[in-house]
């Protein structure tokens, strides 16, 4: 694993860095496949992205979207990550590169197979681990450590095999489908989007672990190959700095 980076969390710094990792996932494999965040933090970014510069600044038909958790209801659901991720950013794209993970009709076990089949015929592979590779994955924090739908204590959080996970969520809706950490760290970039003071004391936690205690689950993004970047707004890192700074290649 790289070193971490650590940015200040800033939408125009974040819309061009976007535009670049795509723009050279294009130029190196054809195509970029990114896995959207859900949540509140990264809303802003997609509605950045939808405006009129940006949606012109990129062949969008070569990138395909999917989603690193879901939660298990219908896709028109003021709770669902793909209504969110749609109606902020991806109604102005075009529609047959978008990836939603499957709610309807189907079990929670069910639907994570599907959506492993689905990230299997549209991805490429890591051939010896057997492994999707994502040219970037957004991921968000909560006040718990927990990310994508990996949350501490929950089984999803120590799956090693499966690419998609069924997994429960402390708070409701409570069921959810995530990506598990195997595929999270087999991406090409992962960049966390952490806003709100609230979280400072779990950005402790996952930056400076304890020794002896247990990761928190975001603790235990480390991709192998690639690179990880956290995009912290600012105050988070003051609040950082008081108790033991970050150290990576960038400092604030």
Known sequence: MRRPVYLHYDLEALQGALLTAARMAIADRGMCAIALAGGSTPRAL???????????????????????????????????NFRMAFDAWLRYLPQSSCFPMPTMGVSPEDASHQYERTLRSELSLRKEEDLPIFDLILLGMGDDGHTASLFPGDFALEEQARWVAPAVAPSEPAQRLTLTLPVINAARQVWFLVKGASKIDALHQVLQP????????????????GELLWWLEKGLDAGLQEKSPPTGEDRF
């Open 46 to 80: 997609y509605e950045a992205m939808a405006q009129p510069p940006m949606l012109s600044a990129l062949d969008w038909s070569r990138v395909a979207f999917f989603w690193g958790d879901e939660r298990f209801v219908p896709p028109d659901h003021p709770a669902s």
């Open 210 to 225: 304890e020794p002896g205690k247990p990761l928190l689950p975001a603790a235990r993004v480390k991709p192998v190959d």
